[in-house]
Nanobody, 124 residues
Framework: QVQLVESGGGLVQAGESLRLSCAAS????????IGWFRQAPGKEREFVAV????????YYADSVKGRFAISRDSAMNTVVLQMNSLTPEDTAVYYC?????????????????WGQGTQVTVSS
């Protein structure tokens, strides 16, 4: 099975950017759809973006479309989430997750493997 470790979180001001990485070990990321999710205090975990291995398709939540970009680095066995024009509403713990069926849905329950999360805090 695959193990996932997120990194790159931190404290930034509104309008700034962050680059989150999801490093995989044990199996190649090319075997999985990789999704990014986030969870703010008191809220449910919500879908952010997904990268599917078939044809390299991606999909984004409306709230991040045009600001966030997900990409794969097969050589590094990593999936990156580039986050631009951050707002305080983006503050949350960000998680990456792997779906071995490769469907890459927006439902977190369809993902079998999760990282430990990385905190993103955006100040106004």
């Amino acid at each position: 099975q695959v193990q996932l470790v997120e990194s790159g979180g931190g404290l930034v001001q509104a309008g700034e950017s962050l680059r989150l990485s999801c490093a995989a070990s044990g199996r190649a990321v090319s075997l999985y759809a990789i999704g990014w999710f986030r969870q703010a205090p008191g809220k449910e975990r919500e879908f952010v973006a997904v990268s599917r291995p078939s044809g390299g398709s991606t999909y984004y939540a409306d709230s991040v479309k045009g600001r966030f970009a997900i990409s794969r680095d097969s050589a590094m066995n990593t999936v990156v989430l580039q986050m631009n024009s951050l707002t305080p509403e983006d503050t949350a713990v960000y998680y990456c997750a792997a779906d071995p069926t490769r469907r890459g849905t927006t439902n977190p329950r369809t993902y079998d493997y999760w990282g430990q999360g990385t905190q993103v805090t955006v100040s106004s």
